[in-house]
Nanobody, 120 residues
Framework: QAQLVESGGGLVQAGGSLRLSCAASGRILRINVMEWHRQAPGKQRELVAGISSGGSTNYADSVKGRFIISRDNALNTVDLQMNNLKPEDTAVYYC??????????????WGQGTQVTVSS
């Protein structure tokens, strides 16, 4: 009915930058909040950043000043610009979105994740 696909992960040295993208597809009527989460090995999944349909943003304290979340409502995409990356940012990054399909409310839909590895 709807799916999210992330891209842009990879290997980068500490201090470098990466840009993650997530695209929602399907017969989507509207998307409310879009978020990026991450999960490092042996740790719980945590919220990295979120953005409302109106553009209001929130960030985890650990990424404030380094990461920027943005979205394109017309294209149903959300990006995460990650700057000054640190080894502790290494994780699988997942996007999610609260989706209203044209036939029904789908709730929160998750992508499959993309690996980000930061070497020291």
């Amino acid at each position: 009915q709807a799916q999210l696909v992330e891209s842009g992960g990879g290997l980068v040295q500490a201090g470098g930058s990466l840009r993650l993208s997530c695209a929602a597809s399907g017969r989507i009527l509207r998307i409310n909040v879009m978020e990026w989460h991450r999960q490092a090995p042996g740790k719980q999944r945590e919220l990295v950043a979120g953005i409302s349909s109106g553009g209001s943003t929130n960030y985890a304290d650990s990424v404030k000043g380094r990461f920027i979340i943005s979205r394109d409502n017309a294209l149903n995409t959300v990006d995460l610009q990650m700057n000054n990356l640190k080894p502790e940012d290494t994780a699988v990054y997942y996007c999610n979105a609260e989706i209203f399909h044209i036939t029904q409310y789908l709730g929160t839909v998750w992508g499959q994740g993309t690996q980000v590895t930061v070497s020291s």
